[in-house]
Structure formats: structure tokens, C-alpha cells
């Protein structure tokens, strides 16, 4: 048997309709796992969902709002029933709001926390009798921030620091019934985000190409490998932990 197969899997990515979360997707998709996305632009989905299915899979997309606890709850369920099962959740989904902090209005706080931490841990939580059944895995997204601070960043930055430690929470807790949660931190991969900073940003890519020992920024495929492998019965004995795919970038210090 091929330790790495997703045969007969199903998994749900939130934020799977673009940019790291569609990496992923793919990658969980090639290696032979049934998809279900959660994304809130209908016309991103459909495109998402179709690339998944030329990859011969089944895929679906599911709409929630993850700033809403019922939303957020409603959409494990759909998916786990749409699927058939469900065992693997990607807690991908996450937005930025650059500000100086002494800026920040508490609303915006509180969008970011809730978008980027408390909605993967109650999707986690709404997951967790399915993926008991199932000995599954949870994937958390953080971030470099989770490691390195940023001036305009405090509300990113602290919630990709709690996803880090909720990992290890939830890795503690659900150890017992045989549920793997890792973290996968993303260093700078190109995607829309990021192409939008690097606009904003004047110098963010000359920094960033220079201190990456890569010298490269990252693309979405970049992730699928590690979202196989946490997905996958190779990872059985590989939980709590928070593995940077960055082409070097944290290594520096």
C-alpha cells in the first residue's frame, strides 16, 4: 500500500476556491481524496470545483460565512453529508487588515480573530465526531507571522500565532482518538494576496527574494505535498507539530 494515497478520502478546505487553499486541494485531489470547498465567490468555486474534477475526483463547494459560529457549523455538516464522510478539515481560510495598531479599530480586531482563529476552531470542533469515526487529521494554516512580529499586523499576526497553539491543544486532546492535528506554516507564496502587497509594500519583493534562501517566492503547488502527507496514513505518528514550507525563510533567524 502506498502510504501516501487519499483513495476513498474526503476532505474540506476552507478558502479552497484560490491561492494556497486550491494548492492544497489539488494536491489532496492528485492523490486520490474527494474534495468539498468552502468560499464565499460563487464564480471562484465554480472554477475551483471544475479544476478538481479534471483531476478525477468528486468535488463540491459549500457557501459559509465563518465569522458565524451556525454558518461555520453548517458547513462541516454539509460537507461531511454531500461527501459521504469526511476525514481531513484544512482550516485555511484567513484575511489581513494592515494597520498600525494604535489604528485599529476593535471591529477590525475582532474580523480578523474571528475569520482566521476562532473559525478553525469551531470547525474543528464540529468536525471532530466525524473525524473520531474516521482516525482523521486536522491542517492548520498559519503563517511567518506565527513566528516573526510586524508592525502592521497585530491582529494576523496574533491569530496565526493562536492557530500554533490551538494545534498543539487539539493534538493533545484528540490524540487518544487517533486524530492528528498539524500546522503547516506558509512562508511568502504568490498569490493574490500577496500580489496586492507587493504593490502596497514598496520593497516587499526585493526583501523578500533577498532573505529567502530559495530566492524565490513560493506558488500555491508548493503546499500540496505537505497537505498529502498531514492528510495521509504517513503522518499517523506526526501530531502538534508546525512545519514551515518556506524555502528557507524561517531558517535564518
Known sequence: MNPFHLHGKAALVTGGNGGIGLGMAKGLAAAGANLAIAGRDERKNSD???QLKELGVSAIAVQADLRDEKSCRRMVEEAAQKLGHLDT????????????PQD???EAWREVLDTNLTSAFVASQAAYPHLKRAGGKIINIGSMMSIF???YLAPYAASKAGIVQLTKALACAWAKDNIQVNAVLPGW????????????LEGLNERVLTRT????????ADLAGIAVFLASSASGFVTGTAIP???????LG
Request: charged content about 20%; hydrophobic content about 40%; cysteine-free.
Open 48 to 50: 475551483a470545483v471544475r
Open 89 to 100: 478539515l484544512v482550516n485555511n481560510a484567513g484575511i489581513n487588515i494592515r494597520e498600525p
Open 104 to 106: 485599529l479599530p476593535i
Open 149 to 151: 512580529g510586524a508592525a
Open 189 to 200: 507564496i504568490d498569490t493574490a494576496l500577496t500580489q496586492r502587497a507587493r504593490v502596497e
Open 213 to 220: 534562501p530559495a530566492g524565490r517566492w513560493g506558488e500555491p
Open 245 to 251: 514550507v518556506d524555502g528557507g525563510y524561517s531558517s
